[in-house]
């Protein structure tokens, strides 16, 4: 095994990672819509920590399969791009069937979305009309530009079926509990298999907070 292409690989991942998520939590505690939870990110970062080194592992072992060109390798892209592309359809399906808007909380990351669309589509057009590079690659870095275009489109809103985020709805009935943190945060506790999905921190504009507590007190009774 060659550690220094592990190491390099690792390195270079893990601080893009920790550069991104460092970004991305101040933009969120800058602005109002969902907020970056501590249990959330934390689940994030190790998940991705994982996919990091298993990446780094068969980097530095230089599996065949794994190479950039492999059949292997075009498979996975070609996979990922394709599960992309079913939550993207998703995201637009759960919108489509949320309901009427109750209280619309505005688009706080619309701006940061469309730019790593942008980043991620100059990056994949170039690749696909250059001779010798591998489609696979361009179809993966479009699919995530597409994903985070249609996220762009979408506000942070309290609709009939529950709420909706860019990425997808938490209908009510997933809510078990909820308490403020703050004067405009609140905190939601889900019902979710999966760890890092069971919890959630909305900031809810002074302005807008009544309205909340109206609908808090129409499906679960208080507020």
């Not at 249990?39 to 990446?55: H, K």
């Not at 938490?170 to 890092?196: C, G, Q, Y």
Request: hydrophobic letters at 55%.
């Amino acid at each position: 095994m060659d550690w220094n292409i592990f190491l390099t690989v690792a390195v270079i991942a893990l601080g893009s990672m920790a550069c991104g998520f460092a970004l991305t939590w101040w933009i969120m505690r800058r602005r109002g819509g969902v907020q970056p939870s501590p249990r959330v990110m934390g689940w994030a970062l190790l998940l991705i920590a994982v996919i990091i080194v298993t990446i780094g592992v068969l980097a530095a072992v230089q599996a065949p399969w794994f190479l950039p060109g492999a059949p292997g390798f075009m498979a996975i892209m070609m996979g990922c791009a394709a599960m992309l592309w079913v939550s993207t359809i998703k995201v637009l399906f759960d919108r489509s069937r949320a309901g009427a808007v109750l209280v619309d909380l505005g688009a706080p990351l619309r701006g940061l979305y469309i730019g790593v669309a942008v980043l991620l589509s100059s990056i994949a057009i170039p690749q696909m009309l250059t001779q010798g590079e591998q489609p696979s690659n361009a179809l993966f870095q479009i699919s995530m530009a597409a994903w985070f275009m249609v996220c762009a489109t979408g506000r942070v809103q309290v609709r009939e079926r529950g709420i909706v985020a860019q990425g997808g709805i938490v209908e009510w009935d997933r809510v078990r509990d909820f308490n403020w943190t703050d004067p405009n945060t609140i905190a939601l506790s889900l019902a979710s298999r999966v760890p890092w999905a069971r919890e959630m921190r909305l900031r809810v504009p002074m302005s807008s907070r009544r309205e909340f507590e109206t609908v808090l007190v129409r499906y679960f009774g208080v507020h």
